[in-house]
């Protein structure tokens, strides 16, 4: 950083128009897209070639599919672990406190005696049982589709789905 310091020391600053640059950045972003929609077009024409693709979409879509909600702050959830409260406990007091750690820890404190804590929220599944429905439902629609061209109409569908779900977040 010093090395740097000195070699620009002596040239003459510019004042940058932070207009011109937001600008140049909002059509970066638009490039990108464009760019990014390309690739995953091409990634899908030739995954419809793979018998393993339409998993892959599902994986995709059900990537989607999940809310902020359902993600936890991993730093967060330690801490709270670390004080030793029990996980799904400390996940379902960071879900409530919108990740906030101190009102996750001052929940978990009004709540220890509480018999009901221990409930899944409602509309949350419990990530064993998500998992389990998961992995059966991708080996069901596999099996399901018994031609090349189903397994491509299906892998065209879900691409779509995904598409449409991307454009409108």
Do not use: C, Y
Not at 65 to 83: G, K, P
Request: negative net charge.
């Amino acid at each position: 950083k010093e090395a740097i310091l000195k070699a620009t020391t002596n040239l003459p600053s510019h004042s940058v128009d932070r207009s011109v640059a937001h600008h140049n950045m909002r059509d970066f972003q638009t490039e990108l897209r464009k760019i990014l929609v390309s690739l995953i077009e091409v990634a899908q024409k030739l995954l419809a070639l793979n018998p393993d693709a339409v998993e892959l979409f599902k994986k995709a879509n059900a990537m989607l599919d999940e809310d902020e909600d359902d993600r936890v702050d991993e730093i967060a959830l330690r801490q709270l672990t670390e004080m030793g409260f029990p996980e799904s406990r400390a996940i379902k007091a960071l879900r409530l406190s919108h990740m906030s750690v101190t009102q996750a820890m001052e929940w978990l404190i009004e709540h220890a005696d509480d018999p009901t804590v221990d409930a899944p929220m409602p509309g949350h599944v419990p990530v064993e049982s998500a998992a389990e429905e998961a992995g059966l439902a991708v080996p069901q629609a596999v099996n399901g589709a018994s031609s090349a061209e189903e397994l491509k109409d299906e892998l065209t569908e879900i691409f779509k789905k995904i598409r449409r779900k991307r454009e409108f977040r």
